[in-house]
């Protein structure tokens, strides 16, 4: 199909897509009885510095940065032959929320499929009423960051409740292949946390970050498509709605990569922190001072001296850690490892999490009641409980010791939080 006068994104139409869907393709899924056909609007950019794996688990994550609530009620509609209009694209016009319900993922959990569920979605009151329960079939793979040189993929397709076997699927979503897949065992493999700023030394894959001349060894090419239905009378509309809507997606991922792409000005430490959070090794330091000051004991081994074998340890270490602002709605902003995978999110995405979120109704109790005590004495123990993660996924803990994080003035910073022996529920 001809373009708009710019080349970015490809428009492609398939007119007969009974022969692509086969016999199941029935009139009574809308398309044959109206005349019409699918239409696949496509483009391609080039990422550097960003691993596939951690650009396809933000965008599977967050679907809010990037995706329309109106495209996702419009897509939903039309496979139902559902009679609504075309609407215009919104860059970020995710007005609802999304639930995670997994049907099934391999061993070492890079490979998801699950559904999605989309809350609050319509373009009209009218159209609301029918799209209300908005449901997303989902693959998710090549989330091991681990791999050098593997591609990572999420594709998605509206379905209805019924998850019928006999029910075609209209996917659309996100390939990214990296150039570089010769790379040998011991180039970078550069991940957004706080590992990539220290040697890990492991076999392979995860070495001490060099942002020097080979910052942008790491390229990869993301694809991105979408596919829609359309009437033979309304196929122009559509076309210019797809194209508007790819270029919108395309600018907000790379306003993502930017941000999970690692600083190029030579900083030793890497990822970028929120704004206002303190360099990682400083507040390293904060974290542990302060947890011995009010609590007598040291929070990490003590062999662990050195600044960078102190970020390292902390980082590493076995239970959830976690800082959160001190505001009246506190949010956090940073997590060790730990406590990034009972989150389930990356620290690009941490600073949107809310303190609130997580707790369940006795844990913000309990933590209501503790507060002034945290503030005055320093630290309160907490009783075992459940944290929801971002994904909406219950974590239970056996107990939490939250304490007041002071700077170099002694004042304070943030509250730091450490669930102990969680585990998904």
């Known amino acids: 199909m001809g373009n708009d006068g710019m080349e970015d994104v490809t428009i492609l139409i398939n007119s007969s897509p009974s022969k692509l869907f086969g016999q199941q393709f029935a009139s009574s899924d809308g398309l044959p009885a109206l005349g019409g056909g699918i239409l696949c609007?496509?483009?391609?950019?080039?990422?550097?510095?960003?691993?596939?794996?951690?650009?396809?688990?933000?965008?599977?994550?967050?679907?809010?940065?990037?995706?329309?609530?109106?495209?996702d009620a419009y897509s939903a509609a039309s496979w139902k032959a559902t009679p609504c209009t075309v609407p215009s694209s919104r860059i970020g016009g995710f007005g609802g929320g999304q639930v995670i319900l997994p049907l099934a993922h391999t061993v070492e959990h890079e490979e998801f499929l699950e559904v999605i569920k989309l809350e609050n979605n319509g373009l009209t009151q009218e159209e609301a009423l029918l799209s209300r329960d908005m449901f997303l079939l989902q693959l998710c793979s090549g989330l091991d960051e681990n791999a050098v040189g593997a591609c990572a993929e999420l594709v998605f397709a509206p379905i209805d409740a019924s998850?019928?076997?006999?029910?075609?699927?209209?996917?659309?979503?996100?390939?990214?292949?990296p150039l570089d897949s010769g790379m040998d065992g011991n180039s970078p493999n550069r991940t957004l946390d706080l590992a990539s700023a220290l040697e890990i030394g492991s076999a392979g894959s995860r070495t001490s970050v060099d942002y020097g001349g080979n910052s942008g060894n790491l390229r990869s090419v993301l694809t991105i498509a979408f596919q829609f239905t359309f009437e033979n009378h309304l196929r122009e509309n559509v076309a210019s709605m797809?194209?508007?809507?790819?270029?919108?997606?395309?600018?907000?991922?790379?306003?993502?990569?930017m941000a999970l792409a690692p600083s190029r000005l030579g900083s030793h430490l890497g990822p970028r922190l929120p704004p206002g959070t303190p360099e990682a090794l400083t507040l390293a330091r904060w974290v542990c001072q302060s947890y011995r000051f009010h609590l007598g004991v040291e929070l990490l081994r003590p062999n662990s001296e050195v600044n960078e074998s102190l970020l390292k340890t902390l980082w590493h270490h076995s239970d959830a850690i976690m800082c959160c602002?001190?505001?009246?709605?506190?949010?956090?902003?940073?997590?060790?490892?730990?406590?990034?995978?009972?989150?389930?999110?990356?620290?690009?995405?941490?600073?949107?999490?809310?303190?609130?979120?997580?707790?369940?109704?006795?844990g913000r109790k309990s933590f209501c009641s503790d507060i002034a005590q945290i503030m005055q004495q320093g630290y309160a123990y907490l009783p075992a409980g459940v944290c929801v993660s971002s994904m909406g996924r219950p974590a239970s803990y056996d107990r939490a010791i939250a304490w007041k994080v002071l700077n170099d003035e002694e004042n304070p910073h943030c509250i730091a939080f450490m669930f102990m022996n969680w585990s998904f529920v």
Request: charged share 20%; proline share 5%.
């Open 242 to 257: 797809a194209r508007q809507y790819v270029r919108g997606v395309v600018a907000s991922v790379q306003r993502v990569a």
């Open 325 to 362: 602002s001190l505001k009246s709605l506190p949010v956090f902003t940073f997590a060790n490892q730990a406590g990034l995978d009972m989150l389930e999110t990356t620290l690009v995405a941490l600073q949107d999490i809310s303190l609130e979120k997580i707790l369940d109704d006795n």
């Open 41 to 71: 609007a496509k483009a391609s950019m080039l990422l550097q510095n960003v691993p596939p794996a951690l650009l396809v688990r933000f965008l599977r994550e967050h679907r809010s940065e990037w995706a329309d609530s109106n495209i």
């Open 163 to 177: 998850l019928a076997d006999s029910s075609p699927l209209l996917p659309s979503g996100f390939r990214v292949i």
